[in-house]
């Protein structure tokens, strides 16, 4: 196995996945870290606050550069955030269906070239739901931990009709900007077999 190249600030399997198609081998250092939205915060202030804390955190745990990320479900201004239960998701899920929200994805990068950051939005769609589509959802378990209740990757990327923006952020990692700022903090890509 390699050795890592990155401490990554989150526990996420998908960011993980995603690191990978990067060549990035990664050292998994999850932080917890307060997740209260301050009062009046814009939700790119938000998630860009989120991402420098968990990279923050995990940058005193090691030397290696260090990267932490937040995504957030945003629906008319107000960040639904995950399911607190069936009824929770089910409520955001009738909210989304039929209409286009924001995610919002921040990824910062802690290194030598000091703290970087970046926040992508990507317009998601979804199709109408009905009630009996959205509890077969809940059932398969994915919903649960999701930012707005659903995973765009797995089951719920039927009901997505259309994505202007970054598949990659909304997933969890924007890979175009953190190929970008790892770059930048020295960390080799595919091993570094490309320049």
Do not use: N
Not at 107 to 130: F, H, K, Q, Y
Not at 159 to 173: D, N
């Amino acid at each position: 196995m390699s050795h890592a190249a990155l401490c990554l600030a989150s526990a996420s399997p998908r960011r993980r996945e995603l690191l990978a198609t990067l060549g990035v081998p990664v050292r998994v250092q999850p932080c917890e870290v307060d997740e209260t939205p301050r009062t009046g915060e814009p939700p790119d202030a938000y998630v860009r606050r989120l991402a420098r804390a968990k990279a923050q955190a995990a940058a005193k745990l090691s030397i290696l550069p260090t990267l932490g990320a937040d995504t957030a479900v945003v629906l008319d201004g107000h960040i639904l955030g995950k399911p607190r239960d069936a009824d929770h998701a089910a409520d955001m899920l009738a909210a989304l269906s039929g209409r286009e929200h924001r995610a919002l994805t921040a990824v910062a990068v802690e290194g030598p070239a000091g703290m970087l950051s970046a926040c992508v939005t990507t317009r998601v769609r979804m199709r109408d739901m009905s009630p009996a589509e959205i509890s077969a959802y809940w059932h398969t378990g994915e919903p649960a931990g999701k930012a707005g209740g659903y995973a765009i990757q797995g089951f719920a990327g039927a009901f997505v009709s259309e994505i202007h923006g970054s598949y990659s952020a909304v997933v969890g990692l924007p890979l175009y900007e953190t190929a970008a700022m790892l770059r930048r903090q020295g960390v080799a890509l595919w091993h570094g077999a490309l320049p």
